[in-house]
């Protein structure tokens, strides 16, 4: 049995999560930009400055 390559891996600008290629990514692997639909409406929100987590929440 032969090993599987290591999947292509990219960083979400919104999250600064490190995610991989997907099938369905195929054919636009190279337009692909942010991991989630989630992450890309949220895009202008609350931006990680240092690749941390953005905090989401509003503030109470």
């Not at 890309?40 to 503030?59: C, F, I, T, W, Y």
């Amino acid at each position: 049995m032969t090993a599987k390559k290591p999947l292509p891996q990219k960083t979400c600008p919104t999250c600064g999560r490190p995610f991989s290629w997907r099938k369905k990514w195929q054919n636009c692997w190279d337009e692909v930009v942010h991991c989630s639909e989630r992450c890309r409406r949220n895009r202008n929100r609350n931006r990680a400055s240092d690749g941390d987590r953005a905090e989401l929440r509003k503030p109470r």
